[in-house]
């Protein structure tokens, strides 16, 4: 059957990530002073044909281990909804 | 000796390579497209700078997964010389041929200019017609240079001297002033333990003529052509 996922992709907590520094001082700008600290990411959808809900997550983590994510600076979790 | 120099699609610096490897230095060189499967019988292969793919996903990202890139690391596998510059240092990375990573400049700038980069060592095939420590001006060219690699394997690269280029600021030492993008250790450039694959992001085949501002690029590739002679004569006396 066709079933969906979610794959979030982040940098791992040692790297540091530039974009993220960026936008956190873009939002004290417009006065977002109660802002720590942002950490950019990035966002996938996958449609893919499963067996099951198992099947789809081992498929879909796959993926993301060989493709979506680079394993050096990057991690990720995979959501079968 | 002949130079293959793979075409990815969005490589944009692979006619300079070419150009830099036939006319300037002299040698044979070919263009190979990324959707080949084999080298033809190529003596050192060139992955150039550029945009593979649109650096959709992450730089170099897609392109490590072309059909070429088997026969590249099969040739490296062997021994054989491998450049990657700039994209081509990314897609490097991207396929484990050469260890850490690239993440976005530190200060989010696409950076373009001439920086002074530093020869580390002169043992690879890339660097054999250098002296150790000689500056090199070069340009770059690059939004994501910032080399990162976890603090271990930083380690591992410096006890085993396979740092090869180093950004250095006007003094010839590395500073902080003289680092463009945020890279750790201000490394510029690297290789893989048997020290044949050699990545950096500056562009040495854009400085090998007077007329474009620098021509300190040129000694990368005659180090090429001088290690595969160096090679020939060996294999001739051991013959």
Redesign the interface.
């Known amino acids: 059957m066709t079933m969906r996922a979610r794959v979030y992709v982040t940098?791992k907590p040692?790297?540091?990530?530039?974009?993220g520094r960026?936008v956190a001082d873009a939002l004290h700008t417009l006065g977002y002073g109660d802002v720590r600290d942002v950490r950019q990411g990035k966002f996938f959808e996958v449609e893919l044909e499963a067996d099951d809900r198992a099947a789809a997550e081992a498929r879909v983590a796959e993926m993301a281990g060989t493709?979506?994510a680079?394993p050096?600076?990057e991690s990720y979790r995979v959501e079968v909804l | 000796m002949k130079f293959a120099v793979i075409v990815f699609p969005g490589s944009n610096s692979d006619y300079d390579a070419f150009h830099a490897a036939s006319a300037v230095v002299g040698e044979q060189a070919s263009l190979v497209w990324h959707k080949d499967t084999s080298l033809g019988g190529a003596d050192a292969v060139i992955l150039p700078g550029g945009f593979a793919h649109g650096d959709y996903?992450?730089t170099g990202?897609i392109a490590r997964?072309s059909p070429i890139m088997a026969a590249v690391s099969a040739f490296a596998e062997r021994g054989g010389p491998v450049l990657g510059i700039c994209n081509g240092f990314q897609v490097l990375?991207?396929a484990g041929l050469l260890?850490?990573?690239m993440?976005?400049?530190?200060?989010?700038k696409f950076v373009s200019r001439i920086v002074p980069v530093r020869v580390e060592v002169t043992d690879t095939p890339f660097t054999s017609a250098c002296s150790e420590g000689q500056i090199l001006h070069l340009p770059i060219a690059h939004g994501e240079g910032?080399y990162?690699?976890?603090p271990e394997v930083v380690e591992t690269l410096e006890r085993e001297r396979r740092v090869v280029f180093r950004y250095v600021g006007v003094d010839g030492q590395p500073s902080e002033a003289g680092n463009p993008n945020?890279s750790v250790h201000n490394i510029a450039g690297i290789c893989n333990d048997a020290r044949n694959v050699v990545g950096l992001m500056p562009h040495p085949e854009r400085a090998s003529e007077p007329g474009m501002g620098s021509a300190d690029g040129r000694v990368v590739l005659e180090s090429a052509v001088r290690a595969f002679s160096e090679r020939v004569a060996a294999g001739r006396a051991s013959a």
Do not use: H, M, T
């Open positions: 940098l040692s790297v540091f990530d530039p974009q960026v493709l979506l680079n050096v600076i | 996903l992450r990202a997964f990375l991207e260890p850490g990573a993440v976005r400049n530190r200060r989010i910032n990162f690699a976890e945020g």
